[in-house]
Nanobody, 119 residues
Framework: QVRVAESGGGLVQSGGSLRLSCAAS????????MAWYRQAPGKKRELVAAVTRGGSTSYAESVKGRFAISRDNAENMVYLQMNNLTPEDTAVYYC?????????????WGPGTEVTVSS
């Protein structure tokens, strides 16, 4: 089972940018889809963006045009470039394999990285 560790979060002003990184403990080449999720205070975890092994991407409506997900299969990394951030983007961000998420494997989640956007 591949384990992940997220980094790159921090405090940023509204309109600013951050780039999140997700380092996998093993090869992600065989994983069809990798995704970024986020959980805001008092809310359920939600899917933010996903990228296929071939590089096709999809996004939640709330982040379309502002966020960009990418992956480097050779380096076992997944990235999330976040631009034009708003306070509504404040959350803990996680990366994971959506198939594993659907299976309900709680141990698959990394520690997450916290993003705080001030107004």
């Amino acid at each position: 089972q591949v384990r992940v560790a997220e980094s790159g979060g921090g405090l940023v002003q509204s309109g600013g940018s951050l780039r999140l990184s997700c380092a996998a403990s093993g090869s992600i080449f065989h994983i069809d889809v990798m995704a970024w999720y986020r959980q805001a205070p008092g809310k359920k975890r939600e899917l933010v963006a996903a990228v296929t092994r071939g590089g096709s991407t999809s996004y939640a409506e709330s982040v379309k045009g502002r966020f960009a997900i990418s992956r480097d299969n050779a380096e076992n990394m997944v990235y999330l470039q976040m631009n034009n951030l708003t306070p509504e983007d404040t959350a803990v961000y996680y990366c994971n394999d959506p198939v594993v998420v659907t299976m309900g494997d709680l141990a698959s989640w990394g520690p997450g990285t916290e993003v705080t956007v001030s107004s």
